[in-house]
């Protein structure tokens, strides 16, 4: 089913975001500025936290101040974060004392003072990762997930008391309930009038294959959600989406649902904005174990869509070829002498192919979130300082690569 928009202009609006946790608040401000530059979106789609976020603008409370609802979402999960001490100095990290010494406060040798002052910066923001870390990890975020060990009505429950057969330690259905304060859960079915179409995408634990949650072919609800961010190597727990099927987070699969927007809506071509949270390229080598790990995280979790975007350009070129073989038959028909049935063939064909296929990739605006300090928990930080300044520099980078395109 093509979006209501596109049959007007000929062309999609798609924002497709990254999950990564915290990383979250970067398309929370990319979208801030997509509003503030006046773009209409025909679809949004994401997975795990991007997920998330494309209920939340799919589905908004506020048509007319989305962008600011995201917003107050973000802030109300920082609300959620609970300040700790210095997880270094406590004793429930004594055994990871010289590791993270040697991860984050490693001395700098032969420096100049300019570098002595950005190694200390770097070592402050990736020590205040790690308190926000130790924070999450402890208590959770009371708006957003709660750890097994906190809540009380769990001490009776069997399964509690024997951990060794635990599948998950947080339960992030708290989720839900902050969620029912921005979400509009009407508007997400084929039924409503809402012109934004959601995707979301997650992973059936079972069989490995891929499950996509389309609000234009089914009624999107709660358990979807918690189905597309429902990230086992956070430790939260999979989610029953039907009798049978259980589902967890579609960034096992691809961070970038790009592919699931194709075939979706395989025929109106479209612009892209593309929110990358872990970015492709980086500057320089990792220097220690922890940015190790930071980079190969990166790595797994970035856009793997080029090809994708190519065989759209190419599949394009075929049809087009098609066509004008299509138009050449249609004009010497006579002249062919085609049984009927042979052209009954070539125009079921036509129609069945120029219908399921054809859409191209006009514009792709890549947003990727910029790592000066990379570090490995930057995913878990929901302190109101890095949600706030994460969501500026999603709104700032985004307005910037509009603006430059626009100015090409």
Known sequence: MASPNSETKGIENVLILQGGGSLGAFGCGVYKAIEKQGFNLDIVAGTSIGGINAAIIAGTKDKDNTARKLEEFWIELSEGF?????????????????????QIYSSPINHTFPDLAKTAKEQQVKLNQIKSFYSSVIYGNSKFFKPRWLQPQNYLDFEYLTPSEWTYLYDHSPLIKTLEKYIDFEKLNPNSQNNTRLILTAVNVLNSQALTF??????????????????????????????????????????????????????????????????????????????????????????????????????????????????????????????????????????????????????????????????IFENADFSPQTILSSIKEGEDKATKVIRGRSHR
Do not use: C
């Not at 869509?305 to 299509?326: G, P, Q, S, V």
């Open 214 to 375: 389309d609000s234009y072919s089914q009624q999107i609800k709660p358990k979807h959600i918690l189905a597309t961010s429902a990230y086992p190597l956070y430790n939260f727990p999979w989610v029953e989406v039907e009798k049978g099927v259980y589902a967890w987070d579609g960034g096992l699969l691809s961070n970038t649902p790009m592919r699931e927007v194709l075939d979706a809506s395989p025929v109106t071509d479209k612009k892209i904005f593309l929110v990358e949270n872990y970015p492709k390229t980086v500057a320089k080598l990792p220097t220690n174990l922890g940015e190790v790990y930071h980079r190969a995280r990166d790595i797994i979790f970035s856009d793997k869509t080029e090809h994708n975007i190519k065989m759209a350009a190419i599949i394009t070129r075929y049809l087009d070829f098609i066509e004008e073989l299509y138009q050449i038959i249609e004009k010497n028909k006579d002249k062919l002498d085609l049984n009927k049935n042979v052209e009954k063939k070539i125009n079921r064909k036509y129609k069945k192919y120029r219908k399921d296929h054809g859409a191209e990739i006009k514009e792709i605006y890549y947003i990727s979130r910029d790592e000066e300090f990379p570090h």
């Open 82 to 102: 609970v300040p700790t001490g210095d997880p270094i100095n406590s004793s429930l990290f004594n055994p990871l004392n010289i590791f993270f010494q040697n």
